[in-house]
């Protein structure tokens, strides 16, 4: 069976994509560590630092959190998995008849959602064995002929129920809604993973640039970073230790203008400076 990273390096596949190799290299540490493929000694250098784990997976995580700086390449990472998701992998056995395996991609609004898609359905465009897939496409949808179908939803933990997930890619999810709001990200993540239950090995990934220490994303990394054999994987990064071809000018001059903000913008790293009067 063709791996995620084989079908990011192959030419014929999304290669053309990601090159120079180099500049991609830490994320395919990332994707050798959400799907439990084997690294070489740098590689796993690679993942402790970013996961503060010794020991590398020995099976794929159902459940991954990215904690990294804007402009580090997430949104066409998430796309990447999006499209491997639905495309290399069979779920009839586990559909009744009529029913469709559903990969979400949720953000705060369905604007910002459509980021995603837009990756989605260009990687999937550029790939002729893949485009003979698409049975029919929207801007918020690409339904498949094996049953799949990628889409945009709302992050609302009303109109989450009743889909079968195969995976759901929630966006900038530290920006989601609190806890004192009608619709908090936990009752959303709450209503989607009963969605997930019916599918092994249905993923739920959590991307966004750090903010309060608060949320679903801040709890993840409380809870599970630097945890070795724990159940979920959480992997933090600066903007440009995931993109090296970022200006460092312009993140130099966002350190000058806001050290803080900029540091969750482009560090990586929690908010401490707001996270009294937002509690």
């Not at 990586?268 to 509690?279: C, K, L, M, N, T």
Request: net charge negative.
């Amino acid at each position: 069976m063709t791996s995620i990273v084989d079908a990011m390096d192959d030419p014929n596949l999304f290669g053309k994509f990601f090159t120079p190799v180099e500049n991609w290299r830490p994320w395919r540490v990332f994707l050798k560590a959400v799907f439990a493929l084997p690294m070489d000694d740098d590689e796993l250098a690679t993942y402790r630092y970013h996961t503060g784990r010794d020991h590398p997976p020995v099976e794929p995580f159902t459940e991954t959190w990215i904690p990294v700086g804007r402009r580090g390449g997430k949104s066409i990472i998430a796309a990447l998995i999006a499209d491997y998701l639905a495309c290399f992998r069979d779920y009839q056995e586990y559909l009744a008849p009529g029913e469709r395996a559903t990969v979400a991609v949720l953000a705060a609004d369905r604007k910002q959602a459509r980021v995603i898609m837009r990756y989605v359905a260009g990687l999937i465009e550029s790939v002729p064995m893949l485009q003979k897939m698409v049975v029919r496409q929207t801007t918020e949808e690409v339904e498949l002929s094996n049953n799949v179908t990628i889409e945009v939803q709302t992050a609302s933990f009303r109109a989450t129920r009743g889909y079968t997930y195969a995976a759901v890619l929630c966006d900038e999810i530290a920006y989601w809604r609190s806890d004192e709001s009608a619709n908090p990200d936990s009752e959303i993540l709450a209503a989607l993973r009963p969605g997930m239950a019916s599918i092994p090995g249905a993923m739920m990934i959590g991307l966004s640039s750090p903010y309060a220490k608060r949320g679903e994303l801040w709890q993840a990394y409380r809870q599970h970073f630097g945890q070795d054999g724990a159940p979920v994987l959480v992997w933090q990064a600066a903007s440009r230790e995931m993109n090296p071809t970022l200006d460092q000018r312009i993140i130099d001059q966002a350190y000058e203008r806001d050290p803080a903000r900029a540091a969750a913008e482009y560090g990586g790293q929690f908010r401490s400076d707001i996270e009294g009067y937002i509690a």
